[in-house]
């Protein structure tokens, strides 16, 4: 295992809920694991009037996200946990001179030992990403001359491709790209980790990773929920850009990858960005008429209860067309993939939270026993992100008795079986990672870029396209009825349970 080095972590915008609720949790389980170096300090800074006594009591003492943690554990390890958090109040604005904050991280690096390796948290709205950099960049605390320095950033990257080009070469005027850290928590996932060894460590797999064995590949990312109240943003965001352009496209990236030539972090990214630029970008409204579905969920009743569609929800513009169900088919120009469709979509108000992705190896081409029920019995793989997580194999077997009558079977694999290993959560992980200078589960500058080069046609063919539609779906459903139009032939969507061995396939909604 690396070796983490003795450090402070700054979170900018500490008293926001993130911090509170996920990044608190996730150095306290790194605590409790003994995954800490010995010196270790985490700074808040806000422009809330806490002083440090305040911020241990609203993120760890009397935060209700470690409840569960301070009823197993004894007063005094919380205690001494609490004791490593601090905090620095900006006051008004956090474009303002850091020279105060600069003299807080200077009197706690040499207090505690940390050696002068900072990395600075960005849990911030993306606008203060490059004035909070500047300022940083003003005070030298951006100057690895004595210790490292790191940032991590939060997602969206951006709003579209020149966004997303003027927010990285923001970035760049002040920190280096290998001081940079795009978080995505979607890659902290052990699932989606582990489609790289599901790939590269198998030799049942690998040999079978292309166009000859595989007819089609599936992504689904469905959420229960409704826009919750995150109105406002999304509908200034909506499906696309939310969860396709980062998340999904990552996962297909690690899908569509070569090997790479180790599993050196800067490898592994170097083929992330060959895959995303492989994609075939759709650019004619014929293509994009046939390929991209977009709609809303409207009011319905779940479970007995009346849901709001998504035009009525708060902060929602009630002519709004920003989508909460997007499924798009497309296909990757190279001589791996050429031909094979993928479809992705990403949804709210579905019957149930689930994320996976689909592997559908083709039939055999003399197939003996056609007459014998196998039809449309494909053979799958599926890659269960969340939740239920693990590894799916559906393939033919015998039903007991005379003739050859087939039935599909299943072989799994669940990360809740490994009950003597901690699986970390998404923060936990990718927070480590950051601390060890592994940057393999970060989006590098070039990758964020090539994902809204194949994203921004699509978002303008949807704002400025002639015949674009955008359909309705009862909240609690799978979407539109007519989604499963995008596939070829006799196949359509596969509707997950909650369960990853879900036969015969279908989710139960009340």
């Known amino acids: ?26 150095i306290f389980n790194l605590y409790k694991g003994g995954d800490l170096p010995d010196n270790f300090v985490v700074l808040g800074v806000s422009r809330s009037d806490f002083g440090d006594l305040n911020f241990r009591n ?22 001494k946990f609490a004791d490593k958090l601090f905090y620095e109040d900006l006051g008004s604005d ?49 100057d690895e001359s ?27 005027t002040y920190f280096k790209e290998n001081q940079i850290f795009r978080i995505d928590h979607y890659l902290g996932k ?26 089609h590949v599936e992504i689904t990312n469905a959420e229960s929920v409704g826009v919750e109240k995150r109105g406002g943003y999304y509908d200034k965001s909506g499906a696309l850009r939310d969860m396709f352009q980062s998340h999904l496209l990552q996962i297909v990236a690690l899908i569509v990858m070569e090997p790479p030539l180790s599993a050196d972090a800067e490898e592994i990214r170097n083929e992330k960005l060959k895959a995303l630029k492989s994609l075939k970008i759709m650019t004619d409204e014929k293509t994009l008429y046939e390929n991209t579905i977009r709609a809303q969920y409207v009011a319905s009743k779940i479970d007995g209860k009346e849901v709001k569609g998504y035009r009525e929800e708060e902060g929602v513009d009630k002519n709004s067309t920003t989508e909460t169900f997007a499924a798009i088919k497309f296909f990757v120009d190279n001589w791996r993939w050429a031909d094979v469709p993928f479809y992705v979509r990403t949804a709210k108000r579905m019957p149930t939270k689930v994320t996976e992705v689909v ?27 969340q939740p239920d997580e693990g590894i799916l194999i559906k393939f033919g077997v015998k039903v007991p008795g005379q003739g050859f009558e087939v039935e599909r079977a299943n072989m799994d694999f669940y990360y809740s079986s490994l009950t003597e290993t901690h699986v970390m959560e998404a923060y936990e992980r990718l927070l480590l990672d950051a601390m060890q200078g592994d940057a393999t589960l970060y989006a590098r500058a070039d990758e964020v870029e090539a994902a809204w080069a194949f994203v921004d046609p699509i978002l303008d063919y949807w704002k400025n396209g002639k015949n674009v539609k955008m359909y309705g779906y009862s909240a609690g459903v799978w979407g539109p009825e007519n989604a499963n139009d995008l596939f070829d032939g006799v196949s359509e969507w596969r509707n997950p349970s909650e369960n990853l061995a879900d036969d015969p396939g279908y989710c139960v909604i009340c």
């Open 146 to 172: 004595v210790g490292w320095r790191r940032i991590i950033v939060e997602k969206p990257f951006g709003y579209s491709l020149n966004s997303a080009k003027e927010l990285n070469d923001g970035l760049h």
């Open 190 to 215: 052990e699932t989606v980790q582990n489609l790289l060894v599901t790939r590269f460590a198998n030799s049942i797999f690998e040999p079978l990773w292309n166009r000859n064995y595989i007819h």
């Open 359 to 385: 592997i559908h190896f083709k039939t055999p081409h003399h197939q003996i026993f056609k007459e014998s029920g196998i039809n449309n019995k494909d053979n799958k793989l599926i890659i269960r992100i």
């Open 58 to 79: 609203k993120v760890v003492l009397e935060s209700p996200y470690l409840e569960d943690e301070r009823k197993e554990h004894d007063q005094a390890f919380i205690q």
């Open 1 to 26: 295992m690396k070796k983490t080095e003795n450090q402070m972590l700054i979170i900018f915008g500490a008293s926001g809920d993130l911090t509170a609720r996920k990044l608190i949790p996730a």
């Open 94 to 142: 956090y474009d303002t001179s850091y020279e105060r904050l600069e003299k807080r991280i200077s009197d706690l690096d040499q207090k505690y030992g940390t050696n002068g390796n900072h990395i600075f948290y960005l849990s911030t709205p993306p606008s203060l990403y490059e004035p909070i950099a500047k300022n940083l960049s003003d005070q030298g605390l951006n």
